[in-house]
């Protein structure tokens, strides 16, 4: 039988894991360093000796999971005659694992482009009238912010709550807690939007309390938790959240072009039964033959509602292959720790430069992964990529951003480069 035809068309991609002795069972501290160091190999930028990569917020290096995925998709779509359904089922496969990482059911994720339009999706569905508001922090990211205020042309008030200009006036940038908004909200307040950790502090905001505080109030509250996915454990019934948005390219690991949104099934009731984009993925009553009659369309009930009948597949075979090498042998409870460990390494060693972190400082008000180093000089990023250290410069500072292939060296290697800063006299605020 010619190749590509049989069931063995598409092995599976977990032989570089499956080499792999250590799991997600591991405990310790000194066991859960031993499973990093290992996994470290995984990423080959780590072995660059000219190259110290602290940019994962931006986008992390790739792996050999997700590029023998990769491959082996490439290798399928040369050779393989009809490699397409195996690549849907793949795409189901990945469904399903978001939603076990995040503690939901499948039928309530839906996969979109990017964050942005699983946020804008929410949006475009919560019933909202002329005279309703919204509340978002005046520090929201962009893509988030701009959803709610293009609504402002149906008369829905965009409030911004304002923290900058208490955070200049103390020098502390704080976590967002219920309280932070209960000056904002008042009757007509339809929804929250918030990000879980903020991208240009490395705030972790109470998204708990939050809900907690405001959603037996009828307030719906819309999560962007792109900046959590991957670097920290996620469960959206606990949180509370009505929905949440998030991309697969960043703590996850995909390429770009694909997202999930999750929405609590309760909340799918209340939206606009026409969802902002109607295609076969979104209707319910399709025919098998295509066939389009003239009966009234039935949308699903569930969030399969904002799906699109084609995604990128290609990203949904690399995010399958790295979501199980997430959960199965990283864990998300111990990247989470490893991350918190690296960070209290850093912590440590600016203290005694004297530069400050933006941000709490407890973990429960900060990201495991992402730190904003108080370094507002452009010398220093130019130093600092003269030196081979890659980060991201922010209005706040310098940020800092690790994933689970970092290491103690790599923090090393930075408070040496930040030490001969300080010697050739960069300011240190």
Same mark, same amino acid.
């Given at each position: 039988?010619?190749?590509?035809i049989?069931?063995n068309i598409?092995?599976? %991609?977990?032989?570089?894991?499956d ?6 069972k591991?405990k310790g ?5 031993e499973?990093f ?7 080959p930028?780590?072995?660059q000796p000219?190259?110290v990569?602290?940019?994962?917020s931006y986008a992390?290096?790739s792996?050999?999971i997700?590029? =023998?995925a990769l491959?082996t998709y490439?290798?399928e779509?040369?050779?393989c ?5 195996h /690549?849907q089922?793949a795409?189901?496969?990945l469904?399903?694992?978001v939603?076990k990482?995040?503690n939901t =059911?499948?039928? %309530?994720i839906a ?7 699983g946020l804008s999706?929410f ?5 909202l009238?002329a005279?309703?508001?919204?509340v978002?922090l005046?520090t929201?990211?962009?893509n988030?912010v701009?959803? /709610?205020?293009?609504l402002?042309r149906l008369?829905?008030e965009v409030?911004?709550?304002?923290t900058m200009?208490?955070a ?5 940038v704080?976590?967002?807690t219920?309280?932070?908004f209960?000056? /904002?909200?008042?009757g007509r307040?339809?929804?929250i939007?918030l990000s879980s950790?903020?991208f240009?502090s ?7 309390g939050?809900c907690?505080?405001?959603?037996p109030r ?5 999560l962007?938790?792109t900046q959590q996915?991957?670097?920290a ?10 929905a949440?948005?998030f991309?697969l390219h960043?703590?996850?690991n995909c390429?770009?072009?694909?997202a999930?949104l ?7 009731? =209340?939206?606009?039964p026409v969802p902002?984009?109607?295609g ?6 399709t ?5 389009v009659?003239a009966d009234?369309l039935v949308?699903?009930p ?7 009948? %084609?995604?990128?597949l ?8 790295y ?12 990247v989470?720790?490893?991350l918190?460990?690296l960070?209290d ?6 203290? =005694?430069?004297g ?5 709490p400082a407890d973990?429960?008000?900060h990201?495991p992964?992402?730190y904003?180093l108080?370094?507002l000089?452009p010398? /220093?990023v ?5 030196r081979?250290?890659?980060?991201t ?11 689970f292939?970092? %290491?103690?060296s790599?923090?090393?290697s930075l ?5 001969e800063?300080?010697s050739k006299?960069?300011p240190t605020?």
């Open positions: 039988m010619a190749p590509g049989t069931e598409c092995p599976e %991609n977990a032989s570089i894991v080499t792999m002795s250590i799991t997600a591991t501290a000194t066991a859960i360093k499973k160091a290992a996994f470290r190999n995984l990423v930028l780590t072995s000219d190259v990569f602290l940019n994962a992390p290096p792996n050999l997700v590029h =023998e491959t490439s290798y779509a040369l050779r005659p009809h490699p397409k359904p /690549w089922a795409a189901e496969e469904r399903g694992l939603a990482y995040v =059911e499948p039928t %309530n996969f979109t482009r990017d964050t942005t339009e999706d949006i475009r569905s919560v019933p009238s005279g309703d508001n919204v978002v005046d929201e990211h962009p988030h701009y959803g /709610w205020m293009a402002r008369g829905v409030r911004q709550v304002p200009a208490e200049e006036r103390t020098g502390q704080v976590a967002a219920a309280d932070t209960a000056p /904002w909200v008042d307040t339809k929804a939007g950790i903020m240009h490395g705030q972790r905001n109470d998204v708990a939050i907690a505080a405001f959603r009828g307030i719906h509250v819309l962007d938790a996915v991957g670097f454990a996620l469960d959206v019934q606990s949180l509370g959240v009505s949440a948005a991309s960043k703590g996850l390429p770009t072009g694909l999930c999750y929405v609590d099934p309760a909340v799918m009731a =209340e939206f606009d902002p984009t109607v076969y993925g979104a209707v319910e009553n025919r098998a033959d295509l066939l009659p009234a949308y699903h569930t969030a399969s509602r904002f799906d699109h009948l %084609n995604i990128s290609s990203a949904a075979v690399a995010g399958r292959a979501l199980k090498f997430y959960l199965e042998s990283l864990g998300p409870s111990d989470e720790d490893y918190y460990g960070g390494d850093l912590r440590k060693d600016c203290a =005694e430069l530069i400050d972190i933006v941000g973990r429960k008000g990201a992964h992402l904003i108080k370094l000089d010398a /220093w130019e130093l600092l990529r003269d081979g250290i890659y980060v410069q922010y209005r706040l500072g310098i940020r800092v951003s690790l994933g292939y970092n %290491n103690v790599d923090i090393e408070t040496r480069v930040l030490r800063g300080i006299g960069l605020m």
